[in-house]
């Protein structure tokens, strides 16, 4: 696996890869207002060899003074359980410690089995539930965090 930090050249795949994992995506404007960012990054995972070398997924994270927040995550579907999100997440940490990140968090939909059943397996703990955060569906919002 290949890391990158990505920029416009990559938001159209990332944004092909966001419309096949939620059933809310972020429009593209979201993508590219994070590219501008200087507290934002854009990670990007590409097989090492073959297929184009194209992306197969991304994770976006700011780092806010010794904090490291998650902001989105996604895997194309035909590349998922085989340890992209867990590398992307390496690489993230790795990133965020040398900004002097200590902490990082994220928020969770409960019902999204996998990327909880990913977190846990990161360590992220339950830090406090957000009642009726995501304004699409009125869930709650569980929003975990972990040590670096
Ligand atoms: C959640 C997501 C990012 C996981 O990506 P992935 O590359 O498939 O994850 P990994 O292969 O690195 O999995 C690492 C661990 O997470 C857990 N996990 C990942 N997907 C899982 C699933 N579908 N069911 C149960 N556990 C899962 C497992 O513990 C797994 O380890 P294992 O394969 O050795 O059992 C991917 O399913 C996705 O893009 N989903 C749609 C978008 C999304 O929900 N993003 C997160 C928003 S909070």
Known sequence: MAFALA???DLAAIVAIEARSFPFPWPPEFFLAEFGQPHSTTIVA????????QIIGYLIFWTLF?????????VHP?????????????EAIRRARS???QTAWLEVRPSNEAARQ???SLGFQ???TRKRYY???????LILTRQL
């Open 7 to 9: 920029g416009p050249a």
């Open 46 to 53: 590409r097989p090492a060899v073959g297929e184009d070398h």
């Open 66 to 74: 010794d904090e490291m927040h998650i902001l989105n995550l996604a």
């Open 78 to 90: 035909s590349y998922r359980r085989r340890g992209v999100a867990r590398q992307l997440f390496t």
């Open 99 to 101: 900004r002097g990140c």
């Open 118 to 120: 990913l977190y846990q």
């Open 126 to 128: 339950l830090l406090m």
């Open 135 to 141: 304004d699409d569906t009125g869930e709650d919002a």
